[in-house]
């Protein structure tokens, strides 16, 4: 199955029903290990992967993350705010191990493996 990976970045959205994967802040070796998921995995649709950066606005990312299957993001971000924000949503998963994902009990992402595990119900 031939699947697209569409980057959406602020301010912009698509009207295109795709699994829906918002990243937040993301650091370099964090994104690499994303990519490097999505690259081999097989899921039965295309995904829209939403890019979200401290610079962008704050409503875009309030939206999407209303809208998102999943989120990945950084807890170690400049915006503390934006993570504990993040936090709130059930469908968050954190980069590392840190005293918010311990605080929520969210399983903490530390290799490719974590990754495919949390996305293991949209896997063919």
Known sequence: MSNK?????????VEYDALRILVVDLAPEQSQLLSEVLKTIKVDRDINLYVYSNLDDT??????????????????????QIV?????KRQSHFFGETKITKALNKKSVLSQEHIVEILRKELD
């Open 84 to 88: 504990g924000y993040i936090a709130s």
């Open 59 to 80: 409503s875009w990312l309030i939206d999407k993350s209303n809208k998102a299957d999943y989120i990945f993001a950084n807890p170690q971000s400049d915006d503390q």
């Open 5 to 13: 990976i569409f980057i959406i970045t602020a301010p912009d959205d």
